[in-house]
């Protein structure tokens, strides 16, 4: 039987995590982050000391790492980098610069696809990230570009931070956000875009609930 699969793309604290693993949840789907991937690529570059811009030490690096996604009993995933838990410490602002560095290199993106790929061949999956509908999953039944403007997101992040006990100015989260979004925008390989068969949700002025009811529209719309 085929799997419905949903892609769910667009710029960092637009509110793809949070909104994707609520409509996997309210659909029964697998909720995958992909961005948790990267990160823990990422994770790793970091606490071996590499600078994430050279590429090739990056590369080398890969052949040390074995990343796996595992859920647990509540749905949640999580990440293991080389057997260990690492889904807290992936998080850190820190591992967020990292990992726009590393997800620029083809090789990486290379290393990663086949196991993302795989893990939509195993159900029906909710699966954010930048490259989801382009990229990864070019025929997912659904395709939403997530927008928000820079200030509402950093918004949301600030939040975020102070309620993880590592709160940061907003002006600080404002302009990482605003670096991140031109990275990931002007980079070679697989950058952020909307496809052209995507459907663009901006949650600006919208609440958790007020995004989540527009998406699940959208879905229900778009899934025959
Ligand atoms: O969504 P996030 O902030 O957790 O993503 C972390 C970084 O990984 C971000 O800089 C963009 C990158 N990324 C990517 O290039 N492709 C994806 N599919 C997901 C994330």
């Not at 090739?56 to 838990?85: A, C, P, T, W």
């Not at 410490?89 to 086949?114: C, D, H, M, N, T």
Request: with cysteine; charged share 30%.
């Amino acid at each position: 039987m085929e799997h419905i699969s949903i892609a769910i793309d667009g710029p960092s604290g637009a509110g793809k995590s949070t909104l994707a693993k609520a409509l996997a949840a309210k659909l029964n789907f697998l909720y995958v982050d992909t961005g948790a991937i990267y990160r823990t690529i990422a994770l790793y570059v970091s606490h071996r000391e590499i600078d994430p811009g050279q590429e090739k030490e990056v590369l080398d690096l890969l052949l040390d790492i074995h990343v796996e996604l595992r859920y647990s009993s509540d749905g949640l995933q999580h990440m293991f980098l080389n057997g260990e838990d690492v889904t807290g410490e992936i998080r850190l602002p820190e591992v967020s610069k990292y990992a726009s560095a590393v997800s620029a290199y083809p090789g990486v993106r290379a290393f990663l696809l086949q196991m993302q790929r795989d893990l939509a061949g195993k159900g029906n999956v909710v699966m954010d990230g930048r490259d989801i509908g382009t990229v990864v999953l070019p025929d997912a039944d659904v395709k939403i570009f997530l927008t928000a403007s820079p200030e509402a997101r950093a918004r949301r992040r600030c939040a975020e931070l102070e309620q993880r006990g590592t709160p940061e100015p907003f002006e600080q989260v404002l302009s990482e956000i605003q670096q991140r979004d031109w990275d990931d925008i002007h980079r070679e390989t697989a950058p952020l875009r909307k496809a052209e068969d995507a459907i663009e949700v901006d949650t600006t002025s919208l609440d958790f609930n007020g995004s989540l009811r527009m998406l699940m529209k959208v879905i229900e719309e778009n899934v025959v």
